[in-house]
């Protein structure tokens, strides 16, 4: 079964600081790979995907992430944090033979000014 | 129109009441899912439909109920709830098959039972 792991329960960055959100997963074969964002009190919006086209993948809302087959790893960054980026951030694995997502743990994201 | 929409936004039952929550998209997705998330977990997978058919169910009990009238609508009854399945349910969609295999979700609905 698919899994992903997410390192880092909590994050706190600094205003205009990067942000660096872990994310490695679990698979024999390369998965399709998922980023979503959830603010307080609603639901997922999807803000990138890794569907084996190229490796580096451009988001909205500023972020990015690099797909590692060598790392087993799909990390999301955004150069320069807003305070808006506060929420909640899970990494999600999908096997490419049934509609099933594996979600991480979730990693929280807060924005000093 | 890449929008999925829940109702009601908020919902109290009590134990021995029967509710249902709605979920509509027009995106023409052929599957549909119910998702249940308690505060500060990820979403746990409930039920998928897949073209209006029942294709997963990961053992959930059976005072949920889903339905899929159509291809743009699905329905989650509920009844005879206990104070544990309080949580935010969220539906979501996606293709069935090809590179665009996102799924979208909608803003959830908030239950509370008493």
């Known amino acids: 079964a698919q899994s992903v792991t997410q390192l880092g329960s909590h994050v706190s960055v600094s205003e205009g600081a990067l942000v660096l959100l872990r994310c490695n997963y679990s698979s024999s074969v390369p998965p399709y790979l998922f980023w979503y964002v959830q603010y307080p009190n609603q639901g997922l919006q999807l803000l990138l995907k890794?569907?084996?086209?190229?490796?580096l993948v451009k988001g909205i809302n500023g972020f990015e992430a690099e797909f590692k087959k060598s790392e087993t790893s799909f990390h999301l960054t955004k150069p320069s944090a807003h305070m808006s980026d506060a929420a909640e951030y899970f990494c999600a694995v999908s096997d490419r033979s049934d509609y099933k997502l594996s979600f991480g743990a979730g990693t929280t994201v807060t924005v000093r000014a | 129109d890449t929008e999925v929409t829940q109702t009601p936004k908020h919902l109290v039952m009590g134990m021995t009441n029967k509710k249902s929550l709605k979920c509509e998209q027009h995106?023409?997705?052929?599957?549909m899912y119910w998702y249940k998330q308690k505060a500060k977990k990820p979403p746990e997978l409930m039920f998928v439909?897949?073209?209006?058919?029942?294709?997963i169910n990961e053992s959930v009990p059976s005072r949920f109920s889903p339905e899929c009238p159509n291809s743009s609508l699905l329905n989650l009854h509920l009844h005879a709830l206990q104070p544990e399945d309080s949580a935010l349910y969220l539906c979501?969609?996606?293709?069935?098959?090809?590179?665009?295999?996102?799924?979208?979700f909608g803003p959830g609905t908030r239950l509370t039972v008493t």
């Open positions: 890794y569907t084996s086209a190229a490796t």
């Open positions: 995106m023409g997705h052929r599957a």
């Open positions: 979501a969609s996606s293709q069935v098959r090809g590179l665009t295999y996102e799924q979208y």
């Open positions: 439909y897949s073209y209006e058919k029942l294709s």
